[in-house]
């Protein structure tokens, strides 16, 4: 636990130092680009769900680590891509899929069907009411704006398309798997990924049950092992925020982050080298 602590609080000086002295006093900063808003509003969810992480774990609480740890992972992968090349196309693209997402949605729940009617039932909202609340939720862009952009200066072929599908005349990355592979994500999508998957979409219900003939008893919900989420959490947000001070070329910063951590780990390393001479001699 001590491992993400550090892991989290580096990370939270990382993002303040970004802000305050990678952007605002860069010599060559003007104003935030699409590219900058993107990677910080990324790597802000990634500390957050690493604080939620941390809070369960304290508290002995295992349901929903799963899925906590799942998000942080996509949130990875995708920030991963941006930082790849091509950034500031990638993070457009991002920020315009959910706008198209956002406007999907509303023709869904205002359309005359019998499903946005239902819809609208559910809410208990009428169509006039639902418009209101989207204009000035969203004061928005419009959806031939959003389609302009999408489809002709992104190249998207269509508005449901996967927003880093990006390069389909070179590579088809349609899916998520595909895009982990890209990455050199593989491995950590196939063995990880998919464990963390299980709760996410419902499949971890009868791992909670001990079934005989004529008996069933409820486990203990919190007998998952949380060493996989703890150890996958806090290297992630550890490689991200060096590649952040990276990215935005703070040397001294990246620097220091490096001594620390190396310092951490030789710290450890140490005293757990201590106690196991310990008992050994026990």
Not at 38 to 54: D, P, R, T
Not at 180 to 202: F, M, P, R, V
Not at 215 to 220: A, D, L, R, Y
Request: charged share 25%; proline share 1%.
């Amino acid at each position: 636990m001590k491992s993400l602590t550090k892991s989290i609080k580096m990370a939270d000086k990382a993002l303040e130092c970004i802000i305050n002295k990678g952007l605002l006093q860069s010599p060559n900063y003007k104003q935030l680009t699409t590219k900058d808003v993107v990677i910080i509003a990324f790597f802000e969810n990634m500390i957050g769900h690493a604080k939620s992480l941390k809070i369960l774990l304290e508290n002995n609480h295992h349901s929903s680590i799963d899925s906590i740890v799942r998000t942080f992972f996509e949130n990875y992968v995708y920030l991963k891509f941006i930082l790849e090349e091509d950034s500031q196309k990638r993070a457009t693209a991002y920020l315009y899929s959910l706008k198209v997402e956002d406007h999907l949605l509303f023709d869904q729940i205002t359309n005359g069907d019998e499903v946005g009617r239902s819809l609208r039932s559910y809410l208990g909202l009428t169509t006039e009411e639902l418009k209101k609340d989207f204009l000035d939720t969203k004061k928005v862009f419009n959806l031939e704006e959003v389609e302009q952009m999408y489809l002709k200066e992104l190249g998207m072929q269509r508005l449901n398309q996967k927003w880093y599908n990006l390069y389909t005349e070179k590579q088809s990355l349609n899916n998520f798997s595909k895009l982990c592979e890209k990455l050199g994500l593989i491995i950590e999508y196939k063995l990880i990924y998919s464990i963390l998957s299980l709760e996410t979409h419902g499949k971890d219900a009868m791992q909670k049950l001990e079934i005989e003939p004529n008996f069933f008893s409820i486990k203990n919900p919190n007998s998952k092992n949380p060493v996989l989420c703890l150890n996958l959490t806090t290297s992630l947000l550890e490689k991200m925020t060096r590649e952040l001070y990276i990215t935005f070329e703070m040397k001294d910063h990246l620097k220091n982050h490096d001594l620390l951590l190396s310092l951490n780990k030789h710290i450890n390393y140490k005293t757990k080298s201590f106690f196991q001479k310990v008992e050994n001699q026990l």
